[in-house]
């Protein structure tokens, strides 16, 4: 019944309570940010209470704590056993333990055995043993391979299918797109100057430069694909990343390095308003999550001396304001289109939303916002009304946006970014049209953003549409995962920095 339950939200401003009175709820709602935050300071409240419950969901982006009942975090946020984030949450004390997860398993075998540690299933939460148990007869591909991860499955899990749904599969189509010879001509111009770049880091010795230069050419040719020339100008700042937010996560979630500085939370967005878990970035390429970014600063100006502060991290010294790169410094790249010519893929977009019966409702997802951009003003330019989310709208902007997409005769069009839909929005199965522009570094971030669409409450046959340009990186990654193509770029570049070490000999 209504008010039987009494909940409280400890994260921000409501982190001032003292633990006798969080006592007086029974559940608590945080975010993961904070529970890491305060963990890795040595003074988390929420580790002094011993909890009826720990609930990880993955549905939710900011992760709850159910109290004297329940906590609830985020379960994609603790795949990897040997971050702080997850010992952050692992060491809570609680005697119930759940997970509420529709991707168990992204990357490896690994990630459930995170789960399984978290969940201190007997026995198997020793990694050594889940690896001998349940990884290796799987990897060895042997008959049965599959027996003790079924038993385990069995054991620990209650599976929702989409069978309940009581849906037709979704209708899933690929469009391959061929780059215009305008655009082909500036891609493989684009390719033989990063080509040059890499050359020029691997005959200085420089195999990091090298990396970084494979990396920021996948990048950049991924995003000319969507944004064609305005990919190409002022890509990259003073300080080696790309110059705007979401580009600088991509670059960093590619090289490993995209979790935050000080607490080790998994950053997902950049920039976000309302949202502690989202990145700031700093001069010296460090992200902060937005939990931490007081103590950071705090930290920078404890080691003021004539102005200039030292990062707490590298030890970098510079002048004290320009540390934290703020967002809008940070975007320095103006998307407009001039003359009406928009990239091939954008077009293929806007003819098949134009396609579409009155009576549906499509989302146009992207990880880029320079992307919805540029698809925003083609919009305007055909005067289709649309909706938008991204990371710089508040939280209450953005449930009244939701809410006004939800609506018959509203707006049938909705932009949004894939850090912003993929969890926590719950309003989106009013679509049945899903158009994705790119393929993405990890899958299970467009899982995460179709199953907001197909989910209980939908009640039309859904389209799925993804774009690829032919004969581009986009193409390549669909059979080999981005991060396989940097390593074995990587991999080619070390070959012909020891080939041509040999010619000189």
């Avoid at 209470?49 to 609830?72: C, F």
């Amino acid at each position: 019944m209504p008010g039987t339950i009494s909940v409280y939200r400890f994260h921000g401003p409501g982190k001032a309570i003292d633990l006798a009175q969080l006592l007086q709820h029974d559940v608590v709602l945080t975010t993961y940010a904070s529970i890491a935050a305060d963990f890795c300071r040595g003074r988390s409240t929420l580790h002094r209470i011993e909890w009826y419950r720990v609930v990880l969901d993955e549905g939710i982006k900011h992760p709850h704590i159910r109290a004297s009942t329940t906590l609830n975090q985020s379960a994609h946020f603790v795949r990897n056993s040997a971050t702080q984030q997850f010992r952050a949450i692992h060491a809570i004390p609680s005697k119930l333990r759940w997970c509420l997860t529709g991707t168990p398993i992204q990357n490896s075998l690994e990630d459930l055995g995170a789960l399984v540690k978290f969940l201190k299933v007997p026995i198997l939460e020793d990694l050594a043993i889940f690896r001998k148990q349940i990884t290796i007869p799987v990897i060895a591909n042997v008959s049965g391979r599959f027996k003790n991860l079924r038993q385990l499955l069995e054991a620990v899990c209650l599976r929702r299918t989409k069978a309940l749904l009581n849906l037709p599969e979704p209708i899933t189509h690929t469009e391959y797109i061929q780059l215009s010879a305008n655009e082909t001509i500036k891609y493989r111009d684009f390719g033989e100057l990063c080509k040059q770049a890499i050359n020029v880091a691997v005959s200085g010795h420089s195999m990091k430069r090298a990396n970084q230069h494979v990396i920021q050419a996948i990048l950049g040719m991924r995003l000319f694909c969507n944004d064609g020339d305005n990919a190409l100008a002022k890509r990259v700042n003073a300080y080696g990343l790309p110059s705007d937010p979401g580009e600088a996560l991509s670059y960093l979630q590619t090289s490993e390095a995209s979790a935050c500085a000080r607490c080790g939370t998994d950053i997902t967005t950049m920039y976000q308003k309302d949202d502690k878990s989202s990145g700031i970035l700093t001069v010296c390429q460090h992200l902060i999550c937005g939990e931490c970014i007081s103590e950071y600063e705090g930290d920078l100006d404890d080691s003021l001396e004539d102005g200039r502060a030292k990062c707490p991290e590298c030890e970098l010294r510079g002048e004290r304001n320009s540390f934290i790169l703020r967002a809008g410094a940070a975007t320095t790249r103006h998307t407009a289109v001039k003359n009406g010519k928009y990239p091939t893929k954008l077009l293929a977009l806007l003819e098949n939303v134009q396609s579409q019966s009155i009576n549906d409702k499509c989302i146009v997802f992207s990880f880029w916002k320079t992307t919805l951009d540029i698809v925003a003003q083609m919009f305007d330019t055909h005067t289709m009304a649309y909706c938008r989310i991204h990371g710089q709208i508040s939280a209450t902007k953005r449930s009244k946006i939701l809410t006004d997409f939800e609506k018959l005769g509203s707006a049938r069009i909705l932009l949004i970014t894939l850090g912003t839909g993929a969890v926590g929005l719950n309003k989106l199965k009013v679509a049945n049209h899903i158009h994705i522009l790119e393929p993405q570094w990890n899958p299970s971030v467009e899982s995460q953003a179709i199953g907001r669409v197909l989910r209980l409450g939908q009640e039309k046959s859904v389209k799925i549409i993804r774009y690829i340009m032919k004969g581009t990186v986009e193409e390549v990654g669909c059979a080999i995962s981005p991060v396989t193509q940097i390593t074995a770029c990587a991999r080619r570049v070390r070959a012909g920095q020891r080939s041509a070490h040999l010619a000189k000999s």
